[in-house]
């Protein structure tokens, strides 16, 4: 475990990222404001322009003075990313843009637009400290956290993207968001739930998206989760498990051999008593290594009696691994399993296989082609 970050650890940056409206509190603005010499209510303007507008040109800010607009727009709106690279495929309705921040830290999200609703996966640190064998993230380790600003940019591009009909299509308003790509998120805890916030907080202060459209995975750090328990803030929260039994998992992902199985789903079930919301296990299904009909066994006996929902998700190999998805047979043979016990599951849809969909894969073939 010596090699495993401790939780809650706030890696260095070199350089801090530019402090953004979304990284701070009313309080924090008012203050700013104060500091900058302009009545409190610019700020609010500033807010409804970000999260209402989604607007961040300071020329099309035209309830504030035009000789005020650039001093405001630097205190509270400065630009934390650049769009390095988009890959598209389903027919432009699954984008992933790679990020360059201010420090040169490459991160990712993925924009996938549906019939009805359009998903964004989002990073929450450059890199991962979880090491997880089989994900291209967790190889390179974790560089950095990002602030709420840098975690909250991504949602907001995507709203735009959704909003502007860039799409394909009719505009669509961004539904769901999911703390899925880079990152465990628990272990940037402060950031994330300053972000959930500005997800879920009702116009101007944030997007005004509920809650119950967020996902916030995690691959089971404990005391993040009761902690998080804590906030009243009712997301759905996915368990990425991967495997029934403490043998297997503590190789699987690591944390394992800090935090058990019976343990992480105690505490999901502790969350989802308080928040009376059904958590969602995912499972990554890896061809002879955790697909037996065994492992179904012993999670439909697990799961039997908790409110929880199973997520198979077949594997996307990342490049050059050894893990790969497993037979479609033992795949249908693990969910008749699972269903026999009475377990709601579902095979997750792959999009973006074709632009490195898994997590990290992007961001890591853009750092080895430098
Ligand atoms: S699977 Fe998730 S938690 Fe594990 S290394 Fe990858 S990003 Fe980190």
Redesign the pocket.
């Known amino acids: 475990m010596s090699d495993l970050p401790l939780i809650f650890d706030e890696p260095k940056q070199k350089q801090k990222a530019p402090k953004h409206l979304a990284d701070m509190s009313k309080e924090e603005r008012k203050a700013l404001c104060e500091e900058l010499g302009i009545p409190a209510f610019r700020a609010n303007q500033v807010a409804v322009h970000y999260y209402t507008h989604l607007e961040t040109d300071p020329e099309k800010w035209s309830d504030i003075p035009a000789d005020m607009r650039e001093k405001i727009a630097n205190a509270f709106t400065p630009k934390l990313m650049e769009l390095v690279r988009t890959l598209q495929t389903d027919s432009g309705l699954t984008r992933k843009d790679l990020w360059r921040l201010h420090d040169g830290t490459l991160v990712e999200s993925v924009l996938m637009k549906y019939p009805d609703r359009a998903t964004v996966c989002i990073s929450s640190q450059a890199g991962?400290g979880?090491?997880?064998p089989f994900?291209a993230?967790?190889q390179g380790g974790l560089k950095r956290n990002l602030t709420a600003g840098e975690i909250t940019e991504q949602i907001v591009n995507a709203a735009r993207l959704c909003a502007s009909g860039e799409m394909g299509g009719e505009p669509i308003r961004l539904s769901n968001i999911v703390f899925m790509g880079?990152?465990?998120p628990l272990a940037n805890y402060k950031a994330v739930v300053q972000t959930i916030r500005n997800i879920t907080s009702p116009n101007p202060d944030g997007l005004g998206i509920s809650a119950r459209s967020v996902t916030l995975s995690t691959?089971g750090l404990v005391p993040g989760v009761e902690k998080f328990t804590e906030e009243g803030l009712p997301v759905t929260l996915a368990v990425?498990l991967h495997t029934p039994d403490d043998e297997l998992r503590d190789s699987l992902?690591p944390i394992n051999t800090r935090y058990k199985v019976r343990e992480i789903l105690a505490a999901a079930d502790a969350y989802a008593k308080k928040t009376g919301r059904r958590y969602s296990i995912e499972y990554a299904l890896i061809k002879d290594i955790n697909d037996q009909a065994w492992r179904a066994d012993l999670l439909g006996k697990l799961l039997k009696s908790r409110n929880a929902h199973v997520n198979l998700i077949p594997l996307n190999p990342t490049p050059g691994s050894k893990w790969t998805a497993s037979r479609p047979a033992d795949q249908k043979e693990f969910v008749r399993v699972l269903e026999s016990y009475g377990v709601p599951v579902t095979v997750r849809d792959t999009r973006g296989r074709e632009i490195d969909g898994a997590?990290?894969q992007l961001a890591a073939s853009e750092s080895s082609n430098k």
């Open positions: 991962c979880m090491a997880c994900c993230t967790g880079m990152g465990e691959v990425s992902v997590c990290g």
